[in-house]
């Protein structure tokens, strides 16, 4: 390819679907029409109505005022956003420059940006709808031996389940672009081509934006999973109480004293952290703090002698190495536990 057909090709004004699409979307140096569907269809409906009703010079003009009018009346009422506002305006101004460019923020808006809004908002915003059943199945067939594998598949079954609802919306979104373009006799296979990069590059950026919100609540909602399937009532977290634990439940055993139980992947952040002398525990009535992990290489013997000392006991798969090793070791092995035990430990707590 030439200097000049580069030079053709990063001008073409089809590039600007993308930065329209951004720029709708933006709520830190705009204001986010993108998230309105309802307005982004009244936006493009009346610039289309506009154009079509209109052939004269000032056709352009008549256009960007009408964007004007509509998003000044839709943010009158929040004065908050009146900069964010201004600015939005300004800039679109100063990117519509010719008719084919208020065609092609015409085209963002209809065919990028509501789609993709519909499209997003299919997409699950929690995976738990894709491991509940599996993981009751599981339970159903496997019973306590199953604890095991429905922690360690918890993540991978929720993941796997979102993900492919996002590949199931962005084939079907990508084929209904894909077609109108191609019915579309200005558009050439290029400009076909621009347009559908642009789609997909920011879907995939919305659409990872929602998996880092998904992130981080699997093994926490495992916990409750099980206690919930087993009938183990949860009780309320001790007031006031401040080591540097992240405790997904508690339940109260029959002495009154509180167990705590933690699903982690890892006990790797800041593990020195989560130590806290047993007269704290001891002041908070909090009698054990069962650690549910599933990846334990890193679990040190130092770290297992260190917690184990403060009264908390690491559930480890039923395979592990670690396990096994700690199990035959004098020192470590009253701190830990097979996976499988766990609603048998819990249990012999309540009773």
Known sequence: MNTNNILSNIQNRWHNVYWFSRM????????????????????????????????????LNLQKQTLRNIIEERYKKTTSRD????RMLDDLDAEIRTIDDMNVFILTCENIMLP???????????????????AKSYLDIQGEQGLA?????????????????????????F????????????????????????F?????????????????????DVTDFILGYYKI?????????????EIDNWIKAKDGWLIGISCKRTIRERWKNVSSSTEVYSRFKVKYIFHIVTYDEDLSDEKLALLGEQRQIFYLPDTSRRLKYASQHIGLKKYVRPISQLINDIRKELK
């Open 116 to 134: 993709l809004h519909r499209a997003i908002e299919n997409i699950p915003s929690d995976d738990r709808e894709f491991t509940l059943n599996i």
């Open 149 to 173: 594998t429905i922690i360690n598949l918890w993540d991978d079954l929720g993941a796997r389940g979102c993900l492919t609802a996002e590949r199931t919306e962005i084939i079907q979104a």
């Open 24 to 59: 709708l979307i933006n709520n830190d140096k705009y204001i986010a029409v993108g998230k309105e569907p309802k307005l982004l269809l009244m936006l493009s409906s009346s610039l289309r109505l506009v154009a079509k009703e209109n052939k004269g010079s000032d056709t």
């Open 175 to 198: 084929a209904m672009l894909r077609i109108l373009l191609s019915k579309d006799k200005l558009v050439s296979e290029d400009d076909r081509d621009i347009v559908l990069t642009a």
């Open 233 to 245: 009532k949860r009780a309320e977290a001790p007031s006031h109480f401040q080591a540097d634990l």
């Open 83 to 86: 900069n964010r506002v201004k």
């Open 200 to 220: 997909t590059q920011e879907f995939e950026r919305r659409a990872a934006q929602k998996r880092k919100r998904r992130a981080g609540g699997s093994l926490e």
